[in-house]
Nanobody
Framework: QVQLVESGGGLVQAGDSLRPSCAAS????????MGWFRQAPGKEREFVAA????????LYVDSVKGRFTLSRANAKNMVYLQMNSLKPADTAVYYC?????????????WGQGTQVTVSS
């Protein structure tokens, strides 16, 4: 019902920036809360950020606050994750998700993921 496709990952040096994006399609794709998770090798998938339909409610995991900025363009069914001051610890596959949002984000649909690699 909701299809999500990520793009914009890559290989960068520590301190550089990337801006992955997520394109949504299907029923309710323009109005549902959306967010990002990431999964590093050998680790569990972790929440990164989420944003409400209006953009007025945004959550970030503590480790990315002040460095990452989540935004959405509802008319284009797009979500963007501006990642600045990247660290090697940010290396992971980043997954876009759609779901529900209150005090935390509950994913229901997933994209295929985009690789982000940050070298020292």
């Amino acid at each position: 019902q909701v299809q999500l496709v990520e793009s914009g990952g890559g290989l960068v040096q520590a301190g550089d920036s990337l801006r992955p994006s997520c394109a949504a399609s299907g029923r309710t794709s323009s109005s549902v809360p959306m967010g990002w998770f990431r999964q590093a090798p050998g680790k569990e998938r972790e929440f990164v950020a989420a944003i409400s339909w209006s953009g007025g409610h945004i959550l970030y995991v503590d480790s990315v606050k002040g460095r990452f900025t989540l935004s959405r363009a509802n008319a284009k069914n797009m979500v963007y994750l501006q990642m600045n001051s990247l660290k090697p610890a940010d290396t992971a596959v980043y997954y876009c998700a759609a779901g529900s949002l209150s005090d935390h984000f509950r994913p229901a649909y997933w994209g295929q993921g985009t690789q982000v690699t940050v070298s020292s």
